[in-house]
C-alpha cells in the first residue's frame, strides 16, 4: 500500500521566515509526486516533480524531489500572511483502468502571523 | 479553473435520509474522483469513474455508490446517511497525473 508522510502537521512562523515542508513516501511504482495548497477551500496545483534534483520554482515558492532516498521537500521564502494555508503531497499510483489514483499525506498546517 | 461545478455546496440533513452530491465539469475529462477529507485522514478516495457507466470503488467506498450517465456528471449518492460521513467532499478530474478539485460540498449529517 503506498504511504505519504508530511511533517510537520503544524508549523506556526513570523512573516518573513523561511520555511520547509517535507514529504516522504512509500509508492510500489513511482510516476511523480504532486504538492497542492489548501486555503479554506479546494487544494489547488502547486507542482509536479518528476526527477530527482531538478527544482521546481514558482516565485517564493520552490521544490526538489530526492528519489533516491524517497522524499520532496517545499521551501516557501519571505513568508507572507497569505501563505497560510494547509500543504498537501501527494502521489499517483496507478489504477488497474490505466488511470490514477492520488494517496494523499495528512498535510502541513502553515500559520504565518504577521 | 479546471471547470468543475459542484452542488450542492453545504448541505444538511439527518441521520437515515438520501444525499446525492452531483459534480460536473465542462473540459470532457474521462476520469473523475471523488474524495473526503476529514481532520487526522487528509483526502480519500471514495469512488472514481473512467468513462460514462464505468465506476470502481476507492479506499472508503463503504456507504457510497456512485453513477456516471454523461461524461460531465459524476454524482455521489450516500443511500442513507450516517453521522460519520459528515465531511468535506470533492471531485476532482485527472489529465496525465495531475488532478484538479472543484470548490467541495461540506455535508453535516445530524
Known amino acids: 500500500e503506498d504511504k505519504v508522510v508530511q511533517s510537520p502537521l503544524s508549523l506556526v512562523v513570523h512573516e518573513g521566515d523561511t520555511v520547509t515542508l517535507n514529504c516522504s513516501y512509500e509508492?510500489?511504482?513511482?510516476?511523480?509526486l504532486l504538492w497542492y495548497k489548501q486555503e479554506k477551500k479546494a487544494p489547488t496545483f502547486l507542482f509536479m516533480l518528476t526527477s530527482s534534483g531538478i527544482e521546481k520554482k514558482s516565485g517564493r515558492l520552490s521544490s526538489i524531489l530526492d528519489k533516491k532516498e524517497l522524499f520532496s521537500i517545499l521551501n516557501i521564502t519571505a513568508t507572507q500572511t497569505g501563505d497560510s494555508a494547509i500543504y498537501l503531497c501527494a502521489l499517483p499510483s496507478d489504477l488497474e483502468t490505466s488511470g490514477s489514483r492520488l494517496t494523499f499525506g495528512e498535510g502541513t498546517q502553515l500559520t504565518v502571523n504577521p | 479553473d479546471a471547470g468543475i461545478t459542484q452542488s450542492p455546496r453545504h448541505k444538511v440533513t439527518e441521520t437515515g435520509t438520501p444525499v446525492t452530491l452531483r459534480c460536473h465539469q465542462t473540459?470532457?475529462?474521462?476520469?473523475m474522483y471523488w474524495y473526503r477529507q476529514d481532520p487526522g485522514h487528509g483526502l480519500r478516495l471514495i469512488h472514481y469513474s473512467y468513462g460514462v457507466k464505468d465506476t470502481d470503488k476507492g479506499e472508503v467506498s463503504d456507504g457510497y455508490s456512485v453513477s456516471r450517465s454523461k461524461t460531465e456528471d459524476f454524482l455521489l449518492t450516500l443511500e442513507s446517511a450516517t453521522s460519520s460521513q459528515t465531511s468535506v467532499y470533492f471531485c476532482a478530474i485527472s489529465e496525465y497525473y495531475t488532478q484538479y478539485f472543484g470548490p467541495g460540498t461540506r455535508l453535516t449529517v445530524l
Open positions: 473540459e470532457n475529462h474521462r476520469y
Open positions: 509508492v510500489t511504482n513511482f510516476r511523480s
